[in-house]
T-cell receptor, first 117, second 107 residues
């Protein structure tokens, strides 16, 4: 149980285009989902917390207009990288917790490798 | 401000020996800690956790120790197996991760 699916797993696109990444909880409802970014050989950096039916909470230094997050249902959150540039190339990972319990482990998707040419 | 720190980027141990991965934190308000394991090109998977009301939690070959006075936790893997080779992240309940430690278990 507690499977999180992330799509696409790998995307290459031209500079200036927008890319949408989907994160789905397949067998549970996720009130809250999290978006992370990982640079090579570095840690997971929390970008934002996505709450179903409300605006996402962004971490300091993360551009809201650059990384649009939508959490329209209890099983789907999307991250759109707008007007992507080569410096946006990274590994993006989403996660979700079951319910709204305070101390719950996160269940992660397998990530999306984004390459901007 | 890195509130969860893993100061050892890598660790290499022999199969069958104990692996000890360390993590330090600065925020005394953290009350729950988790360890995750990550293989390349995959998302992390939850391994084990510990509440601040405990000082030890054990699950099979994995044991996590918490020293609240030192703001330090450690993950012990014994015996270590080659399949344990991965990057291990510690995290606190604010969803922020340490930098990770790459564990290599040599046959």
């Amino acid at each position: 149980g507690a499977v999180v699916s992330q799509h696409p797993s790998w995307v290459i696109c031209k500079s200036g285009t927008s890319v949408k990444i989907e994160c789905r909880s397949l067998d549970f409802q996720a009130t809250t989902m999290f978006w992370y970014r990982q640079f090579p050989k570095q840690s997971l950096m929390l970008m934002a917390t996505s709450n179903e039916g409300s605006k996402a909470t962004y971490e300091q230094g993360v551009e809201k207009d650059k990384f649009l997050i939508n959490h329209a249902s209890l099983t789907l959150s999307t991250l759109t990288v707008t007007s992507a540039h080569p410096e946006d190339s990274s590994f993006y990972i989403c996660s979700a917790t079951i319910g709204t319990g305070h101390n719950q482990p996160q269940h992660f998707g397998d990530g999306t490798r984004l390459s901007i040419l | 401000d890195q509130q969860v720190k893993q100061n050892s980027p890598s660790l290499s141990v022999q199969e069958g020996r104990i692996s000890i991965l360390n993590c330090d934190y600065t925020n005394s308000m953290f009350d729950y800690f988790l360890w995750y394991k990550k293989y390349p090109a995959e998302g992390p998977t939850f391994l084990i956790s510990i509440s601040s009301i405990k000082d030890k939690n054990e699950d099979g070959r994995f044991t996590v120790f918490l020293n609240k006075s030192a703001k330090h936790l450690s993950l012990h893997i014994v015996p270590s197996q080659p399949g344990d080779s991965a990057v291990y992240f510690c995290a606190a309940n604010d969803m922020r991760f340490g930098a990770g430690t790459r564990l290599t278990v040599k046959p």
